[in-house]
């Protein structure tokens, strides 16, 4: 299949970026983002090569004991570079969004249920880092697969309350929790609640179209749940 890039104003049958398949960037992409899962061959500046394996290599040591000594972490690797992605995962505290909360801030997946996980902070930080140009304040993001609700809720935080941010997940069960997620975080419950940020059982194949035009889509894979 072939690597795609965020696209803006996508139709509901689009797909843009899968948020969790960074795999299908192209090699120096893979560095930049800390890929491992795919051979490659050293590039010819070494010196970029060396820069980027120490990055991926911070990048798994990033936990906290909070959600905000976590976001400082993804900061200090340079996971996280920009301010609407720090302040936005500063807003979220993924400890409402794990079903163990003492592992919630360690930099790795975590258990939601249903075979299903919360992706490493890494991952979220690096997806949300591609994606900013395209979840400004007042934009629409679809989320196919939002699991948790994790992710979705921090579209929600970067489109703000002019913009909206759907989720979609066909499991019912974590649907069900995703929603009991959301409304027991006190930062983004006010958005569940207003309709900025809209968590719905759906079979993600055929996307949202009620909400379409999108500015940006992501898409995540069986067993990596957001």
């Not at 409402?96 to 975590?110: F, V």
């Not at 069960?173 to 569940?192: E, F, I, Y």
């Not at 379409?212 to 898409?219: F, G, I, Q, S, V």
Request: with cysteine; proline share 5%; aromatic share 6%.
């Amino acid at each position: 299949m072939r690597w795609a890039r965020p696209c803006t104003r996508l139709s509901s049958s689009s797909i843009g970026v899968h948020s969790h398949a960074l795999r299908r960037l192209n090699p120096f992409e893979r560095a930049a983002v800390g890929a491992q899962d795919t051979p490659r061959r050293r590039p010819a500046n070494s010196s970029f090569f060396s820069f980027n394996s120490e990055r991926r290599a911070m990048a798994w040591r990033s936990h906290g004991k909070d959600n905000d000594s976590l976001v400082a972490a993804l900061k200090g690797s340079k996971v996280i570079a920009s301010k609407s992605v720090e302040e936005a995962m500063k807003a979220v505290d993924r400890g409402y969004y794990t079903l163990e909360k003492s592992n919630a801030y360690m930099d790795s997946p975590q258990p939601i249920g249903k075979a299903a996980t919360i992706s490493a902070p890494h991952m979220h930080g690096y997806c949300l880092e591609l994606l900013k140009d395209h979840l400004l304040p007042g934009n629409k993001a679809l989320d196919v697969g939002s699991g948790s609700g994790y992710l979705t809720s921090v579209f929600a935080h970067m489109v703000g309350k002019e913009g909206k941010a759907v989720g979609v997940e066909h499991i019912p069960d974590l649907v069900k929790q995703s929603l009991k997620n959301t409304s027991r975080d006190p930062a983004t419950s006010p958005l569940l609640q207003s309709g900025n940020l809209e968590l719905l059982e759906a079979d993600g194949k055929s996307g949202h179209a009620t909400e379409a035009p999108y500015d940006c889509k992501t898409m995540t894979k069986k067993n990596d749940v957001c």
